[in-house]
Structures are given as structure tokens and as C-alpha cells.
């Protein structure tokens, strides 16, 4: 079945705590990104990739990285995780990039105290 | 900047009623302009994309328009069902240094009541 999954889908974590949620698609797409998504702002762009080794910036990538290193794979890390970054984070991919149809994974809701 | 506005923020309709939810964009120059359904607790799914040549696209009970001239998208739901329940959200792409960047609208929640 094609789709995208992300690990893990719930998360509590403390201040500092560096964590790393996983994001896999199976349908060799070129194009993954990874988005937040809070109450009344909509989702938001973090960063994203249009193809192995390539990655650049969104709307928000402050206190958050990423890589590349697999077609398959686009792995979110915040190394220094703030309460401010307690979301709801999605990854998406598409084949060639954000114009193509996007395919999301079901979510991480991730909460930082 | 790109922006993308999205009317109603949400709706309540009676079951079997039709509905028409809209969207603004401010976006040049302009790709695409997708709508979304986002289930609650779920990734959006895209329902229509147009480009700048085409004014309608319809997906089953699902029409959308658009006036590039005007700027301007609206999404009609017929003979809506309670499935219908859900956030909508408008993204326009514009193509830029060789890159798509999606830019999304805050969505619409719609709730429709039996």
C-alpha cells in the first residue's frame, strides 16, 4: 500500500531533550517536506527536500533540522526542544515537488513541557 | 508576502444542504491551486488542482472554481453528508527559482449536522 508514515505518532517530552521523529514514503517520491500545524494558523512549512541531499528551508525552520540521506526517508530533528515547539507535525511527499499532489502521513502530536 | 485567505473559518450546515466555501490568494506567480480535506486527528488529502488555464474541477459531489483574474477560488459541496465533516484548506503554488512553494490557507471547518 503507498503511503507515508511517520514514527512516533505521540510524544511527550521535556526541555532540551533532543528527539528525532522518523518520516518513510514508499512510493520513490522525490519531493518530502515536513509541516506544523497549530490551532488557528494553519499548517506551516518547516522544511523541505526535492531530492536526496537536497534540502532547504520553509516558513519556520527555526530549532529544527533535517536530512536527506535516503530517497525514502526525512527524518525531523529538534535538537533543543522549547514548549513552543508542542504541535501537530506532518510529512508529506510528492513525486516531483509541492505542485504535484502531496501525500501526507497521519501525524505527530508532540508535546514539550 | 503570498497569502492565502480562507471564508467561512467554519460552518454548520444541515445534512443534504450544498455549501460553498472560498478562498483569496494573493500569490504570483501563481502554479496551482490545490483544495484539501483534512479529516480531524488525520493528513489532509487533496481533492482538486487547477491551474491558471482551467475555472472549474469537479471530484464526485466536489466542485471547485477559480478566477485567476480575480484572484479567487470557492469549493461547492452538493447534497453534503455527514462524512463531508472535516477542515478544508485552500494551497496555491507559485513557482519560484525553479521551485514550487506551496503556500496554505488556515482552512475552513465545516460540520455538517443530521
Known amino acids: 500500500e503507498a503511503q507515508v508514515t511517520q514514527n512516533p505518532r505521540y510524544l511527550i517530552t521535556v526541555t532540551g531533550k533532543k528527539l528525532t521523529v522518523t518520516c518513510s514514503q514508499n512510493?520513490?517520491?522525490?519531493?518530502m517536506s515536513w509541516y506544523r500545524q497549530d490551532p488557528g494558523l494553519g499548517l506551516r512549512q518547516i522544511y523541505y527536500?526535492?531530492?536526496?541531499?537536497?534540502?532547504d528551508k520553509g516558513d519556520v525552520p527555526e530549532g529544527y533540522k533535517v536530512s536527506r540521506k535516503e530517497k525514502r526517508n526525512f527524518p525531523l530533528i529538534l535538537e533543543s526542544p522549547s514548549p513552543n515547539q508542542t504541535s501537530l507535525y506532518f510529512c508529506?511527499?510528492?513525486?516531483?515537488?509541492?505542485?504535484?499532489?502531496?501525500?501526507f502521513g497521519p501525524g505527530t502530536r508532540l508535546t514539550v513541557t | 508576502k503570498n497569502q492565502v485567505e480562507q471564508s467561512p473559518q467554519s460552518l454548520i450546515i444541515l445534512e443534504g444542504k450544498n455549501c460553498t466555501l472560498q478562498?483569496?490568494?494573493?500569490?504570483?506567480?501563481?502554479?496551482?491551486l490545490r483544495w484539501y480535506k483534512q479529516d480531524t486527528g488525520r493528513g489532509p488529502v487533496s481533492l482538486t488542482i487547477?491551474?491558471?488555464?482551467?475555472n472549474t474541477k469537479s471530484n464526485g459531489r466536489y466542485t471547485a472554481t477559480l478566477d485567476a483574474d480575480t484572484k479567487q477560488s470557492s469549493l461547492h459541496i452538493t447534497a453534503s453528508q455527514l462524512s463531508d465533516s472535516a477542515s478544508y484548506i485552500c494551497?496555491?503554488?507559485?513557482?519560484?527559482?525553479?521551485?514550487?512553494?506551496?503556500?496554505f490557507g488556515r482552512g475552513t471547518s465545516l460540520i455538517v449536522h443530521p
Open positions: 487547477m491551474t491558471f488555464s482551467e
Open positions: 508529506a511527499s510528492s513525486l516531483r515537488g509541492s505542485s504535484y499532489e502531496q501525500y
Open positions: 527536500s526535492m531530492n536526496v541531499e537536497v534540502t
Open positions: 478562498c483569496n490568494y494573493t500569490v504570483s506567480p501563481f502554479s496551482n
Open positions: 512510493m520513490n517520491h522525490e519531493y
Open positions: 494551497v496555491v503554488s507559485e513557482l519560484s527559482g525553479g521551485s514550487y512553494i506551496p503556500t
